[in-house]
């Protein structure tokens, strides 16, 4: 059975979080492993979500630091630090609506960060949208 966009962006969460760990650790990895290891199934949509957030990494850190209040991306956990990099890739570099960008970042958000972290997160994204509605 295929998966919803919603599952595969649950993927692409637990992806890019397994590659900021072992960015943490200073660790070697295959990204097509990891990919593997997450999602068995050949998957474009995750692919260009994964790559693109890989491809983007600078630009999206610089944009979140921008609009953490007092706070930098880094600092944040490292499920955050996914959903939020997620949520701007998807707003800036992809043809996905901006509404349904955001809603599934804060979904993920409300499952898996704090109440605070949501909340930021949910700020941010809002912020990047109007600067980019701009």
């Known amino acids: 059975m295929a998966e919803n ?21 200073h660790m070697k990895y295959d990204v097509n492993d990891v990919i593997a290891e997450v999602c068995p199934l050949d998957n474009e949509f995750v692919k260009e979500i994964v790559y693109g957030v890989l491809t983007y990494k600078n630009e999206i850190d610089e944009i979140a630091n921008k609009y953490l209040d007092g706070w ?9 630090i996914a959903i939020l990099r997620m949520g701007i890739f998807e707003l800036l570099y992809t043809d996905t609506p901006s509404v349904v960008a955001i809603n599934e970042a804060i979904e993920l958000a409300k ?6 972290v949501r909340k930021m997160i949910n700020g941010v994204l809002d912020k990047v949208y109007h600067e980019k509605e701009n």
Not at 111 to 116: G, L, P, T, V
């Open 111 to 116: 499952i898996y960060s704090d109440d605070s």
């Open 72 to 80: 930098t991306i880094d600092r944040l956990g490292n499920t955050d």
């Open 5 to 25: 966009r919603s599952e595969l962006r649950k993927k692409c969460m637990t992806i890019l979080y397994q590659m900021t760990v072992y960015d943490k650790a």
